[in-house]
Nanobody, 117 residues
């Protein structure tokens, strides 16, 4: 069973930065696309950023220029560097991947990010 374990969340002031990490196990990490989602209270889970196995990235409009997704295939880890954080970035952030052949989806347990003064 694929395992995804997030870390790096916390409380930060507006304008601050955090880096989330997601360590994957039991997959051939380098061939999987990896995503970061977030879910704020009362909202649907939304896709924040994606990175392909080859390193191509995509972002939702609200985080472009502030967030950077990256991966280290040697460490089986994907990162989300979040700069210039805003209160509206407050959410539980989830790491996600999917098996394109079986359509199985895998989620981490989530990590809370709170942006508040």
């Amino acid at each position: 069973q694929v395992q995804l374990v997030e870390s790096g969340g916390g409380l930060v002031q507006p304008g601050g930065s955090l880096r989330l990490s997601c360590a994957a196990s039991r997959i051939i990490f380098s061939i999987y696309n990896m995503d970061w989602y977030r879910q704020a209270p009362g909202n649907q889970r939304e896709l924040v950023a994606s990175i392909t196995g080859g390193g191509k990235t995509k972002y939702t409009d609200s985080v472009k220029g502030r967030f950077t997704i990256s991966r280290d295939n040697a460490k089986n880890t994907v990162y989300l560097q979040m700069n210039s954080l805003k209160p509206e970035d407050t959410a539980v952030y989830y790491c996600h991947t999917a098996n394109a052949y079986t359509n199985n989806n895998y989620w981490g347990q989530g990590t809370q990010v709170t942006v508040s003064s």
